[in-house]
């Protein structure tokens, strides 16, 4: 009967020892909640900002006024503009487009670095530099991009495709 007893004491001391444990890491994790919350609540308001930064069916009307007003003010040509397939994600979308510029080297660059600046998240991929027409003709620059757009605007592929550039080359002189 003794040992039965014994083997019953030391099976209630380890699962005292467990739950010793089990609780000093509870305590650990609710000691660190205000921490957690904290971090959360930043995590939430950096969100909240690159959220603002997608812009909507309006927003994309600023990009088009962009390209078509400071391109040709830092001596840039738009020679063509193709919009993609909207692609729909949980809380934004992404527009991408093919384009095609024209413009002397400095140019091409000081226009790259405006689209850089400018307040929505816009991404530059894919990016080839050819010789224009003659010597001493402008580059041509072609590449991909990427939009980020908020996921509340309204405007799919169907009406995309009725954005300047969506069909064919277009050119602003």
Known sequence: MLIPLYAQTQQLALAEAAATVQLSQSVVRVNQLPVLQTQA???????????RRLPDEAGMVGVLNLLQ???????????????????????????????????????????????????WIFAVHSLSLQAGDGAHGPLILKGRAILYRDVSS????????????????????
């Not at 609540?41 to 959220?51: I, K, N, P, R, S």
Request: proline share 6%; no cysteine; net charge negative.
């Open 41 to 51: 609540g930043t995590l939430e308001a950096q969100f909240q900002q690159q959220l």
């Open 69 to 119: 007003q400071q391109a040709p003010q830092l001596g840039v040509q738009l020679q063509h503009l193709q919009w993609e397939a909207v692609e729909a994600r949980d809380w934004y979308r992404i527009q991408p487009l093919q384009f095609e510029f024209s413009g002397a080297y400095d140019a091409l660059g000081r226009f790259l670095a405006t689209l850089a600046a400018q307040p």
């Open 154 to 173: 309204t405007l799919h592929a169907t009406q995309a495709e009725h954005l300047p550039g969506a069909q064919e080359p277009f050119s602003w002189q």
